[in-house]
């Protein structure tokens, strides 16, 4: 599993920016703290433009692969991960980019490192928000590290702090844990949301919790795909149908603990595998375009 893990995917390869992440030393809180300073969360802080983004930055959202990425903070600032960098010389983007920065680097310095797609409880009291986060492997086994908070960050919820390196299993579900919470009845699915503001049916409760289930199996088979993207059994539905919960519930509970092998099989099925081409629902328009993989 550490030898899976510790290999590059496709999104999270640096190509050849890989030494420009050489003088970011293999440390993990050195790491984490890096990869907090490479992206500007595109509605976190409200509109970009009234930090000094031109509004055509919020493209950046769209970058996929981390050699893109390292491409274009190297042409913001060519100071390597780890400088202190102004709000303007990091990407737009949101909590996937953060986590792919940051697995991009462990990863790179010979870190078992991957993504993992659910929600949190952490970011706005009295909800679970659709968000990503990392997952490293240690001695003593797999900790949820948060790249996208700054140092000294407190929970909203009980202005306690915790350790961004190894976030409490209860603040964040992943998706394989969100779901089989709410099916227990442990966690009211109306809290499931992307934002509480967004009225979009498709984007909270269970049709969000079946959505970010996939996206966890596709990053644990290390398909770090943008949380807009849709494929095979996604799609905007704004309930699901009774053969749909019967699948997400078997998927919950092989993800809860699976062997490599075992992921590797569960993402051959036609409804879960990311094919090369897949469609993205890109915000704020909402509007569906075709993309092919490369």
Known sequence: MDDFYVSHSRFSDPGPHADWLDATPADLAVLREAA?????????????????????????????????MWARLRELDPAPPG????????????CRDFTLLFVSMARHHGIPARARVGFASYLMPGWYLDHVVAEVRTADGWHLVEPQLSPGFRDPVDDVAFDLLDVPRDRFLTGPDAWTAVRAGELDPALLVVSPDLEVPFLRGIPYAWHN?????????????????????????AALAPATVARADEL??????ADVEQLRVAF???????PPVIHTVTPPGQLLAEVVLR
Not at 39 to 68: C, K, M, Q, S
Not at 85 to 94: D, K
Request: glycine letters at 6%; one cysteine or more; hydrophobic letters at 45%.
């Open 83 to 94: 400088e202190p960098r102004p709000p303007l010389h990091r990407i737009v983007g949101c």
């Open 252 to 257: 919950a509970e092989l993800l809860a603990d």
């Open 36 to 68: 907090s300073q490479l992206v500007f969360h595109y509605w976190g802080a409200g509109a970009i433009t009234e930090h000094g983004f031109p509004a055509a930055r919020n493209d950046e959202i769209t970058l996929r692969y981390a050699a893109a």
């Open 268 to 274: 051959e099925a036609d409804d879960v595998r990311v």
């Open 213 to 237: 289930l996939v996206l966890d199996l596709a990053a644990l088979n290390k398909h770090e795909m943008l949380q807009w993207d849709v494929w095979g059994a996604l799609d905007d539905s």
